[in-house]
């Protein structure tokens, strides 16, 4: 995965503003959504009771780290109910095929950095 595998589920940039472009600070961040991912998603399911916990969750942290899409997906979930998890789970799907590639590219990067 390389950064010309991104979709644009998430806005790099804004984390990269957001975080003062500080990255060790990116990292930590994306790591840590990727690992909580993997806990959401199995509570993406309408007979689990805290699906809408789950979904308000992903929300935040969606937007905190600028998958836009996947906050609304998020949002629109809440408003209208559990038909709206497919989108939310193709949603997170995307969001977290980007962070990959995003990852991907900065261990690259660092990889070609010399260091002092």
């Known amino acids: 995965m390389a950064r ?3 979709t644009g589920a998430v806005d790099f940039k804004y984390l990269e ?3 003062a472009g500080d990255g ?3 990292d930590e961040v994306l790591s840590l959504f990727r690992e909580q991912a993997a806990i959401w998603s199995a509570l993406l399911d ?4 805290g699906w809408r916990d789950a979904v308000h969750t992903i929300k935040g942290a969606a937007r905190g780290i600028g998958a836009f899409h996947l906050g609304d997906a998020c949002a629109l979930a809440e408003a209208e109910g559990p038909g709206g998890l497919d989108a939310v789970r193709n949603a997170m799907d995307a969001a977290l095929g ?3 590639a995003y990852a991907h590219e900065r261990a690259l990067q ?3 950095t010399p260091r002092s």
């Open 24 to 26: 060790e600070v990116i």
């Open 98 to 100: 980007d962070v990959a």
């Open 110 to 112: 660092s990889l070609r």
């Open 4 to 6: 010309r595998d991104l």
């Open 17 to 19: 503003d957001f975080t």
């Open 46 to 49: 309408p007979n689990v009771e």
